[in-house]
């Protein structure tokens, strides 16, 4: 559009955007354009029998259900810790900030077993919740703490930025007026947070629906119980299922998108809200 | 899905902010309170983040050095590391290259379809790692579309180190990117334009004024995406067909020992993962801290790129 408006002073734009879509075609958008042909090698009524199969179906059930606990989890204690990170002083908080970021930098088989040793009948925790009747680790219960873990940073660095930007006016103006403090949480703080709370809970619910590596050691993966739909995916390859595994791909695909448009809708309105140039 | 990843560039030294916020009588809240926020953060803190960490490094231990050691040497454990550090340092260059031309086009340009371009980019990180790896088993598999064809050319992507590099290269695509692309649009270009003015050539003036810029968020991106591309575990599993020796990442050398029950060698192997993630964090901190603390060299950075 421009460039017929400006001279362009600095060199490079047509190599490096040349570049820059030439490996994106090559790495990530044709290799994804060959899960919607691959797809099309099966009649409708075919990818439906595959997508709808009650084994499938008892998988997304799992996944977007626990998916969507552990991100509401996620945001009710994340919005804690990034309150208490930026809000309050303590020993050792630089030290709690800088692991806040754990589950992005461990390797998420790390995560998995570990947790596995943590929430199986003898573990660490497991012994003592196997008593009070609570089995966590090979049931759907352990899919939750897994994508518990792996969601956190999501909400805690989504929202603690926010919360670090407040001006302390607001509140003090809400408080000379006589608002009490927890009402002043409610309506003067909350409304600014609740975009990038929103960003947050969603992100971390993406994060969950995609995720492997920490789930399937405490998921047990018993077929209609503890099964993920990633999971599904790796069953059917491993059957020489390609088409079918390529159905179930799509299914989490289409869902990744339109989680995508939605994250970058919130993102934008966390913008307008905040005005933070993002 | 950017947000959550990237360096917070405007992020006042932290720890100033609780200062700024409990000095104030409106912006306290009674200790009742604030101890009860804090407990409960702190004791989910301590579950759900430290004591994973901790429980790595004890079942690790737990029978003693000799065991944690020998399943560090063990030739299996060795083959597994030089992969994992093969895929990484040939994924983590490519991505830092493919990083800088498209932070370089999309910051110092106008063109039409950018804010495409940038979600395109960012794509790679919310699709599940497991389809990450089917896509390239579909192209290159026995039965995909070059199947036949690199067959007959007897090359191996499949099931070899090929296709577990592939599959890293993916899931580790975006880190460096979207890290440069909000800090380099934040700077803007008039000092490229200005050293282009002077006489320096293209390669002089990324060279000498925009790379000394951009350092930090450059290092900052890197060191993610080799934390992402060592670790990695479901996109590599779907391509790597598992053959000991072979193809084993450390991360799916960790999933063959636990599933036969060694948990002591599975638990040493993931610590050095665990080690790998812990320095990582450090030098991300390090790198926030310098960042943060440099004297920034324009002004505008303020409320830019956050």
């Known amino acids: 559009m421009s460039a017929s408006r400006t001279f362009r002073v600095l060199p490079g734009f047509h190599l490096t955007l040349g570049y820059t879509l030439a490996y994106l075609s090559l790495i990530v958008l044709l290799p994804l354009a060959a899960v919607f042909l691959k797809t099309a090698s099966l009649s409708i009524a075919e990818f439906w029998n595959v997508i709808s199969a009650p084994r499938v179906v008892a998988s997304y059930k799992l996944s977007f259900g626990v998916s969507l606990i552990a991100a509401a989890i996620n945001a009710v204690f994340g919005l804690m810790l990034a309150w208490s990170l930026v809000r309050y002083s303590f020993p050792g908080k630089r030290f709690i900030d800088a692991l806040i970021d754990l589950p992005f930098a461990l390797p998420t088989a790390v995560a998995g077993i570990a947790l596995t040793a943590l929430y199986a009948k003898n573990g660490w925790i497991g012994q003592y919740l196997d008593p009070l009747g609570i089995q966590v680790a090979f049931k759907p219960l352990g899919v939750l703490v897994a994508l518990v873990f792996i969601g956190l940073p999501f909400v805690v660095r989504t929202v603690q930025p926010i919360l670090e930007d407040l001006d302390t006016e607001l509140e003090e103006a809400a408080a000379s007026l006589g608002a009490q403090r927890w009402q002043i949480f409610r309506h003067v703080i909350l409304p600014v947070l609740l975009p990038a709370l929103l960003t947050g809970f969603a992100l971390a619910f993406a994060r969950a629906v995609g995720e492997y590596g920490s789930v399937i050691f405490i998921a047990g993966n018993i077929p209609m119980v503890s099964e993920i739909t990633p999971l599904m995916i790796i069953t059917k390859l491993e059957q020489y299922d390609y088409a079918g595994a390529t159905a179930i791909a799509v299914v989490m695909l289409v869902l990744s998108f339109l989680l995508l448009l939605l994250i970058n809708g919130l993102q934008a309105w966390t913008a307008k809200r905040t005005g933070r140039d993002r | 899905m950017s947000a959550a990843t990237t360096l917070n560039w405007a992020a006042a030294p932290r720890g100033n902010a609780a200062v700024r916020f409990e000095s104030r009588e409106a912006t306290r809240e009674t200790p009742w309170v604030k101890w009860t926020i804090l407990g409960i953060s702190l004791t989910f803190f301590a579950v759900f983040l430290l004591l994973p960490l901790v429980a790595v490094f004890v079942e690790a231990l737990r029978k003693g050095w000799e065991t944690y050691w020998s399943a560090l040497i063990h030739e299996d454990a060795l083959s597994a590391i030089m992969l994992t550090l093969t895929a990484a340092a040939i994924s983590v260059p490519l991505n830092l290259v493919f990083g800088v031309c498209a932070a370089w ?31 390239y088993v579909l192209i290159f598999g026995a039965q995909g579309w070059l199947g036949p064809w690199v067959a007959e050319h007897d090359v191996k992507i499949i099931f ?105 060698a599975a638990f040493a192997v993931a610590s050095l993962l665990a080690l790998l993630a812990l320095v990582t964090l450090a030098i991300k901190t390090w790198v926030e801290h310098r960042a943060c603390s440099a004297p920034p060299s324009r002004e505008p950075r303020q409320d830019a790129a956050s």
């Open chain 2, 105 to 135: 086009a999309i910051a110092k340009f106008e063109f039409r379809g950018k804010h495409l371009l940038i979600t395109l980019i960012d794509l790679p990180f919310s699709v599940s790692p497991v389809i990450a790896g089917l896509i």
């Open chain 2, 160 to 264: 070899a180190v090929p296709g577990i590099v592939l599959a890293t290269v993916f899931v580790t695509f975006p880190f460096v990117a979207r890290e440069l692309i909000p800090l380099m649009q934040a700077q803007g270009r008039e000092e490229e334009e200005a050293a282009i003015v002077l006489g320096a050539n293209g390669w002089q003036t990324f060279w000498y004024v925009t790379l000394p810029n951009i350092k930090w968020g450059l290092l900052y991106g890197v060191i993610l995406c080799n934390a992402r591309a060592m670790g990695e575990f479901g996109a590599v599993s779907v391509v790597s067909g598992h053959i000991r020796g072979q193809t084993n990442t450390l991360p799916l050398h960790v999933e063959i020992l636990y599933n036969e029950y060694q948990f002591a």
